[in-house]
């Protein structure tokens, strides 16, 4: 990615995290031309204090996916520290507010692949270009209500 559209992409992805949090979910769940998105409530690893991250979700059954991308940086994004801390977290799914477990799935998890593909096909194939430029395997999380 170009830094042009990289700092493109960083200013939506802001104005898309203010609009979803001042309207506590009313508006920015679902935006014409990018996958749904939840806000991610979790507990710092470190810190213990609660930190909010609007991610990308995709549905498996009864499941939501959130994959850490980080986009594609060499290490894993602060929130999935926060989750192997404190698994038992909340979710935003617009203005529903709901209570799930995460459970981390790395490349050896007999459900990995077919979770990746479903989560980067549904992304355009972007998941592929990140692990394509880190070394890191790119974690897939399953949150289970």
């Known amino acids: 990615m170009t ?4 700092k493109a992409l960083m200013r939506f992805v802001k104005a898309h995290d203010a609009v979803y949090r001042r309207s506590n979910g009313w508006i ?4 014409p031309g990018v996958p ?7 507990i710092g690893a470190k810190t213990g204090e609660p930190r909010s991250m609007l991610l990308a979700y995709y ?3 009864d499941d939501y996916l959130i994959v850490a991308s980080n986009g594609g940086a060499d290490r894993n994004p602060a929130w999935y520290h926060n989750l192997r801390a404190h698994p038992d977290i909340e979710i935003n799914l617009g203005r529903r507010r709901l209570a799930v477990t995460a459970h981390i799935l790395l490349p050896d998890d007999p459900d990995y692949a077919r979770l990746w593909q479903l989560c980067d096909s ?11 430029g880190t070394k890191r395997p790119i974690p897939v999380v399953r949150l289970t209500p």
């Open 3 to 6: 830094s042009l559209n990289h």
């Open 122 to 132: 549904a992304n355009g194939g972007r998941y592929t270009a990140y692990q394509q």
């Open 28 to 31: 920015g769940h679902r935006m």
């Open 59 to 61: 549905r498996d059954g």
């Open 36 to 42: 749904p998105s939840l806000m991610l409530h979790t």
